[in-house]
T-cell receptor, first 117, second 113 residues
């Protein structure tokens, strides 16, 4: 399968600060990347869909001004949690897909554990 | 509203037996259904995809069935091994939600020697 990396794997920050999470597809061109959030013992919840070179599409209830997504290249998408608060503490996971992978299959990154103090 | 239900109780099974997991959905007409494995603190790993016009799919010791009438998918792990212990997620894509997956909460499988 394809390889998708995330950085950092975990981050602890103070309330009110911003945190940037990177998602990279290492061996294929990811025309589309997805960002998910997962709370303990719960399912992955899709936050937004990001297509290379265009604005992200956010799911209902996800604040686009709080969760800034940039997908400037075919191998990199970033999620910035602005003015983070303790309730933003969660496991953030990205996935990538593209034409070469047939679009049906999504390849997930290892996730980023965010803890906001 | 669309709903995906997986058994929230952990499935404890003895090594060598077959584990069977259920994924039921409502208010959904998925174009295809996928199964993923997730280990603690890790992202999901894709296992199998089955389309709406397919009844069954196999991959090594894994088998998936898809009954669009019952709105149900069954996921089987045959000859289970302790290394199969993980949480297994089903995910659906609707025909009009290109590429966007909706996940069930997952079922934890524990295989004991």
């Amino acid at each position: 399968g394809a390889v998708v990396s995330q950085h950092p794997s975990w981050v602890i920050c103070k309330s009110g600060t911003s945190v940037k999470i990177e998602c990279r597809s290492l061996d294929f061109q990811a025309t589309t990347m997805f960002w998910y959030r997962q709370f303990p013992k719960q399912s992955l919840m899709l936050m937004a869909t990001s297509n290379e070179g265009s604005k992200a599409t956010y799911e209902q209830g996800v604040e686009k001004d709080k969760f800034l997504i940039n997908h400037a290249s075919l191998t990199l998408s970033t999620l910035t949690v602005t003015s983070a608060h303790p309730e933003d503490s969660s496991f953030y996971i990205c996935s990538a897909t593209g034409q070469s992978r047939g679009y049906n299959e999504q390849f997930f990154g290892p996730g980023t554990r965010l803890t906001v103090l | 509203s669309q709903k995906i239900e997986q058994n929230s109780e952990a499935l404890n099974i003895q090594e060598g037996k077959t584990a069977t997991l259920t994924c039921n959905y409502t208010n959904y007409s998925p174009a295809y259904l996928q199964w993923y494995r997730q280990d603690p603190g890790r992202g999901p790993v894709f296992l199998l995809l089955i389309r709406e016009n397919e009844k069954e799919k196999r991959k090594e010791r894994l088998k998936v069935t898809f009954d669009t009438t019952l709105k149900q998918s069954l996921f089987h792990i045959t000859a289970s091994q302790p290394a199969d212990s993980a949480t297994y997620l089903c995910a659906l894509v609707g025909p009009d939600s290109w590429g966007k997956l909706q996940f069930g909460a997952g079922t934890q499988v524990v295989v004991t020697p």
